[in-house]
């Protein structure tokens, strides 16, 4: 039988990145949870997905508002992240700095923010950014030394990027992304 409980077809259109789906059943939802940042979020993260930009930018907008200082780190990444598909790179920098701000010893942020300065040309400002992650205490803690290693040698800088991605395999010794960099590494 058909799930008919929308707030957990919603849930589940969520996990299964149903985007539609999510769209489709996320106004009802959040009218009947109106209070509930996570709601908002995943409803403006599907439609971002989905390019209805205005939509999803007061969703993700409501849903900053509705989660409590200290927890808005996943709901103004979010934001970042619409920001950059929407080609608004000023507005996507605010929202990372923004959620470093609201979780300065998580990682998300700043990788994300870094990655959107290197993709500007803004390369000093991406390996400072980069840096900044490794240093967390939270969050994925691999992915930013596979992003310096990669920006490491992208600038030519092969000695540093070993340096880099051996310790984002000590982090995750399975990291397949990290390990074709390694193997690449070996053959300069």
Not at 111 to 125: A, C, I
Request: hydrophobic content about 45%; proline content about 4%; glycine content about 6%.
């Amino acid at each position: 039988m058909a799930n008919t409980n929308p707030i957990k077809t919603f849930l589940a259109a969520h996990r299964d990145e149903n985007f539609y789906l999510v769209a489709k059943l996320g106004k009802a939802v959040c009218a009947k949870l109106k209070t509930e940042g996570w709601a908002w979020e995943v409803y403006g993260q599907a439609l971002s997905r989905l390019h209805r930009n205005r939509e999803a930018s007061a969703a993700l907008l409501k849903a900053v508002k509705l989660f409590k200082p200290g927890k808005r780190r996943l709901p103004l990444g979010s934001l970042g992240l619409h920001y950059e598909r929407v080609m608004r790179p000023a507005q996507a920098r605010r929202a990372y700095l923004k959620s470093i701000a609201d979780a300065p010893n998580h990682s998300h942020a700043y990788t994300f923010l870094g990655s959107l300065e290197w993709r500007l040309g803004n390369v000093t400002v991406a390996e400072q950014l980069f840096r900044s992650a490794t240093k967390c205490t939270d969050g994925v803690l691999d992915e930013p030394w596979y992003n310096l290693a990669a920006l490491m040698a992208a600038c030519g800088r092969i000695s540093e990027a070993k340096r880099a991605v051996a310790c984002a395999l000590k982090i995750d010794p399975k990291y397949k992304i990290a390990k074709e960099l390694r193997r690449f590494l070996e053959t300069l």
